[in-house]
């Protein structure tokens, strides 16, 4: 093995990395072919997939790039604030990619400042990925991709992954010991709302709840699916919660920085009444797959949960959102009280 691979092997370890493996760029080649198989399998995915379409071309905007280093943060460990369990994805909840309050986001700092003192050039993007990281990880034996496309290690799916590119050869792969899923377990299949998990190893995005809460859905009103979403106001579980490869991985004790503070502000009864500052001081930063000006995106999320859990307690919430200065929470406040009658 390397000798610098050695070291940042053991330096990950010792900032709390779960695993760490490095492969040459060239092992990222099959990646293109299984990135145009899934626009081959759904089609209607295309527009989708266009904008991850940057991560096959990585070698283009880093021509120096020789080697990745694919690392795994499981969070596995973290208390989910029961206000938010269920509505809001744990992965949401526990994001350490930009928030600079965390343990982890700090060691990756430390991770690649270490990488450079070894001499290195290094390149990542924290936020959304600099290279297709599930394949890198695959490759690199950390784990395995399971039916609901999610990558697993010994700590479940609960884990993200994150990716740097070096400017030096350097290669350390270990061997998986994960068995793979039982051809004949469909669960999370079964269990996904929407059908967007259509078949094994595949999906539809455009029809996930956590696509359709995010950063999609933009015409909730008129979204078919939306009836479907269940209990979900920001992401959803669901495909993982059932799993049983994750059955008992969850730990959940340690407090997630600044969570509980967040814990009564983003939660149904609440998510209607945000003061937009408040919002982008101390909501979007967080949740950044909507954007500063997206607060109304949360609001129509929480009508479409209160329209398909309706109770009598909802009404004054709902009638009031009519008088709302966001267009769509208006007209979803409006419709929501035409099918129910509300006065």
Request: with cysteine.
């Given at each position: 093995m390397d000798k610098k691979a050695q070291l940042i092997h053991k330096k990950a370890l010792e900032l709390g990395y779960e695993k760490c493996g490095i492969i040459p760029v060239e092992m990222m080649s099959g990646y293109e072919e299984k990135f145009h198989e899934r626009t081959q399998k759904i089609p209607g995915s295309q527009p989708f997939y266009q904008g991850q379409e940057r991560l096959l071309k990585f070698k283009e905007e880093y021509p120096w790039a020789k080697s990745i280093v694919i690392l795994v943060k499981p969070y596995s460990k973290y208390e989910v604030p029961e206000s938010l369990n269920g509505h809001i994805a744990k992965h949401y909840l526990m994001d350490t990619r930009v928030n600079e309050s965390?343990?982890?986001?700090?060691?990756s700092i430390l991770l690649e400042q270490y990488m450079q003192e070894l001499g290195m050039r290094t390149a990542v993007n924290r936020k959304f990925g600099i290279v297709g990281v599930r394949w890198a990880a695959l490759q690199a034996g950390l784990g395995i991709i399971r039916r609901n496309n999610f990558f697993y290690t010994e700590s479940g799916s609960w884990i993200g992954l994150e990716a740097f590119l070096v400017d030096c050869e350097m290669e350390l792969i270990e061997e998986t010991k994960l068995k793979p899923c039982p051809p004949n377990c469909d669960r999370c299949m079964k269990a996904c709302p929407t059908q967007s998990l259509c078949e094994a190893y595949a999906m539809n995005p455009l029809k996930c709840v956590s696509f359709l809460t995010t950063f999609g859905g933009r015409d909730l009103l008129n979204e078919p699916l939306a009836?479907?979403?269940?209990?979900?106001?920001?992401?959803?579980?669901?495909?993982?919660?059932?799993?049983?490869?994750?059955?008992?991985?969850?730990?959940?004790?340690?407090?997630?920085?600044?969570?509980?503070?967040?814990?009564?502000?983003?939660?149904?009864?609440?998510?209607?009444?945000i003061d937009e500052e408040i919002y982008k001081e101390k909501i979007q930063p967080k949740f950044f797959y909507l954007a500063p000006d997206e607060l109304w995106k949360w609001q129509v999320n929480v009508l479409n949960y209160m329209n398909n859990h309706f109770?009598?307690?909802?009404?004054?919430?709902?009638?009031?959102?009519?008088?709302?200065?966001?267009?769509?929470?208006?007209?979803?406040?409006a419709a929501i009280c035409l099918k129910r009658e509300i006065s």
């Open positions: 965390t343990t982890e986001f700090q060691n009836a479907e979403f269940g209990d979900w106001i920001y992401g959803c579980d669901i495909c993982q919660d059932v799993c049983p490869m994750n059955h008992g991985t969850w730990g959940g004790t340690e407090k997630f920085p600044k969570l509980e503070e967040l814990a009564d502000v983003v939660t149904i009864e609440n998510i209607l009444n109770d009598q307690t909802y009404i004054s919430a709902i009638s009031e959102a009519r008088n709302s200065k966001y267009p769509k929470v208006k007209e979803m406040a």
